[in-house]
Structure formats: C-alpha cells, structure tokens
C-alpha cells in the first residue's frame, strides 16, 4: 500500500541520472498522540531502501544511486533512470521503493512509496524541454509531476485535434469502397515507414486464408499515406483491410511542431502554477501585463494554426 498519500508521482525519464527526491516523515506531536510515523522527540537514525518493479523484481542497483541521507524527519534518495541494454521496455513502467526505517530510539518499520514511474522516450519534447522553455533551472516533484501529465494532456490533445496518430506504431484499418470505380485509398496516419500488407475481403474476415495483395499491384506514397492501386478496389463495404507502420519518432518529428507543443505545454502549466484558467490578463511587477487575449480555453492562436494545417479530414 502507498503510504505517502500526498506526495506527488516521482517521474524518471531517459537520461535521467542523481535525480534527488525528498520523503517527509511526520513526528508524532506528544508521547501519547498518534498523528505521525515516528514516535514523539525521536528522529530517523538509519534508512535502507529497496526498488522493486512491477513483477517484484529488485531492481535498486538499476534505479537508486548511493545510500539515502537523513536530516531529522526528512530522508532523501537520489535516482536515476534504470537502463538495461537496449530494450527500452524492460524499463518502463512503475517501481515500487521500501524504506526500512529505525529510530534513533530503537523502533523500526517499513513504508512503500508504489508511484516511481520510468517513462519512454517515444515522445516528442520532455521535461527538460520544458525547463528550458520556463527558464527554471530545478524542479521539485511536484513540479516534475505537474510538467509530466500536462506533457502527456498536450500530446493526447494534438492527436485528438488533428485526427491522427503521430507516434510512431503500427496501424491496421479498414476500408470500403461506395461505387468501387476508385483506385486511391487514403490512410489516417502517415508518413509511412512500412506498408505491411493490403487484403480485399469481401466476407470481412481478413484471416490467414485471405491473400494479401501482390506488392506489385499498387504504390504508395509514404509522405501522405495513399495507396495507389493498378486496378480499382471493387465495391464494398469494410472490405479492405490495411496493416501498416506510420508516425514520427522523437528524432525526425518536425522543430516547427516541437516548438509549438512546447510553447502550448509551457502556457498551460504557468497557467496551472499561476491558476489563471480563467484570466484573460496578468499584471506584472512594475506595470507590464501579459495578455491571454490569443488563448481560447487554454489553447494558444499558434498551437490552432498548427491543428488547422496538419488535420486530417473526415473519410
């Protein structure tokens, strides 16, 4: 069980490294209260902490640097990012920490903290992206949570808005064909970087009994996700299936984009810090004010723009 309720998700991401994250403990306020974790006028004399996976693997050598260091109630444990060879999915996901706790006065037990979350690298921009961007130079976990899920809100957003899936992964759609005369089909997500297979069913099965279509018998164009076809699909309904691979990574996603996700991350979470939702203004120290006159429900002019120019239109 989780015993740190109001302490925010510790969020690790790739390259990552002596990341430091503070645990408060709470001292009880008299010899007979039982408000706190550690007994009254008692401090914390020694800490061990052990990092478990999701499948309860002890992975602390992967993801705790040194031995944690205590100050009175307050025990810090410094982290980084676990890296095992290249396969990035033996990483990801939640890590569970037990800390082992004595007492300058001899009590001992045990805590979990269960939200230690490694994330991928399969997005576009990061937090430290964003640090740059609001110009701070440290964040708390706090402040690394808020970033992390308001990162994950824009990207969910961007795909919503612009109909499409822009991280890279493999698709399977279907298609059908109202007069059958037509030779173009046009795909949701692109660009495309493998074109698997094409199958025409017109029992809709699309099982290992069906025949994908002679690589021959059409073209694509990678850039705008159309498939060109020698002779037309026929007449159907969900007759087609297609099985394809088509998004960006982290490396060739378009600067232009990146900056504008950036940029709209970056006004949400001052919003959030500031809890400005609604204000359509802020007057600064000395006079300046900040206009909010270009957002519309948190949204930037620049980041609809970019929606208008890269949505895909309804098929």
Request: charged fraction near 25%.
């Given at each position: 069980?989780?015993?740190?309720?109001?302490?925010?998700?510790?969020?690790?991401?790739?390259?990552?490294?002596?990341i430091s994250?503070?645990?408060?403990?709470?001292?009880?306020?008299?010899?007979?209260?039982?408000?706190?974790?550690?007994?009254?006028?008692?401090?914390?004399?020694?800490?061990?902490?052990?990092?478990?996976?999701?499948?309860?693997?002890?992975?602390?050598?992967?993801?705790?640097?040194?031995?944690?260091?205590?100050s009175d109630?307050?025990?810090?444990?410094?982290?980084?990012?676990?890296?095992?060879?290249?396969?990035?999915?033996?990483?990801?996901?939640?890590?569970?920490?037990?800390?082992?706790?004595?007492?300058?006065?001899?009590?001992?037990?045990?805590?979990?903290?269960?939200?230690?979350?490694?994330?991928?690298s399969d997005?576009?921009?990061?937090?430290?992206?964003?640090?740059?961007?609001?110009?701070?130079?440290?964040?708390?976990?706090?402040?690394?949570?808020?970033?992390?899920?308001?990162?994950?809100?824009?990207?969910?957003?961007?795909?919503?808005?612009?109909?499409?899936?822009?991280?890279?992964?493999?698709?399977?759609?279907?298609?059908?064909?109202?007069?059958?005369?037509?030779?173009?089909?046009?795909?949701?997500?692109?660009?495309?970087?493998?074109?698997?297979?094409?199958?025409?069913?017109?029992?809709?099965?699309?099982?290992?009994?069906?025949?994908?279509?002679?690589?021959?018998?059409?073209?694509?164009?990678?850039?705008?996700?159309?498939?060109?076809?020698?002779?037309?699909?026929?007449?159907?309904?969900?007759?087609?299936?297609?099985?394809?691979?088509?998004?960006?990574?982290?490396?060739?996603?378009?600067?232009?984009?990146?900056?504008?996700?950036?940029?709209?991350?970056?006004?949400?979470?001052?919003?959030?810090?500031?809890?400005?939702?609604?204000?359509?203004?802020?007057?600064?120290?000395?006079?300046?004010?900040?206009?909010?006159?270009?957002?519309?429900?948190?949204?930037?002019?620049?980041?609809?723009?970019?929606?208008?120019?890269?949505?895909?239109?309804?098929?």
């Amino acid at each position: 069980m989780d015993q740190f309720q109001d302490t925010g998700d510790i969020i690790l991401e790739a390259g990552d490294v002596d990341i430091s994250f503070t645990f408060t403990f709470t001292i009880c306020s008299s010899a007979t209260a039982n408000d706190g974790a550690i007994p009254f006028e008692d401090t914390i004399s020694t800490v061990v902490v052990t990092a478990y996976d999701d499948d309860n693997v002890n992975r602390t050598a992967d993801i705790i640097v040194g031995t944690p260091s205590v100050s009175d109630q307050v025990v810090t444990i410094v982290m980084k990012y676990p890296v095992e060879g290249d396969n990035e999915l033996d990483v990801v996901g939640k890590y569970r920490l037990k800390m082992i706790i004595v007492t300058t006065g001899g009590t001992t037990f045990d805590v979990d903290f269960n939200r230690v979350i490694a994330e991928g690298s399969d997005g576009f921009f990061n937090i430290y992206d964003l640090q740059r961007e609001i110009h701070i130079k440290e964040l708390d976990q706090q402040q690394r949570s808020s970033l992390y899920y308001i990162i994950k809100g824009v990207l969910n957003a961007w795909d919503r808005d612009t109909r499409r899936t822009w991280i890279s992964t493999t698709h399977t759609e279907i298609h059908g064909s109202k007069d059958g005369l037509s030779r173009l089909l046009f795909l949701k997500n692109y660009p495309i970087t493998t074109l698997t297979s094409v199958k025409i069913d017109y029992e809709r099965g699309f099982g290992s009994g069906i025949t994908a279509e002679d690589t021959d018998s059409y073209t694509h164009d990678p850039d705008t996700g159309i498939i060109y076809r020698n002779a037309n699909y026929g007449k159907g309904i969900r007759h087609i299936q297609v099985v394809y691979v088509a998004g960006y990574t982290n490396i060739n996603f378009p600067e232009a984009l990146k900056r504008v996700l950036i940029r709209q991350t970056a006004v949400l979470y001052k919003q959030s810090q500031d809890k400005s939702w609604h204000v359509s203004s802020i007057t600064q120290p000395g006079g300046a004010t900040i206009s909010f006159s270009g957002l519309r429900g948190g949204w930037t002019r620049e980041y609809r723009d970019a929606v208008d120019s890269n949505t895909v239109g309804i098929t």
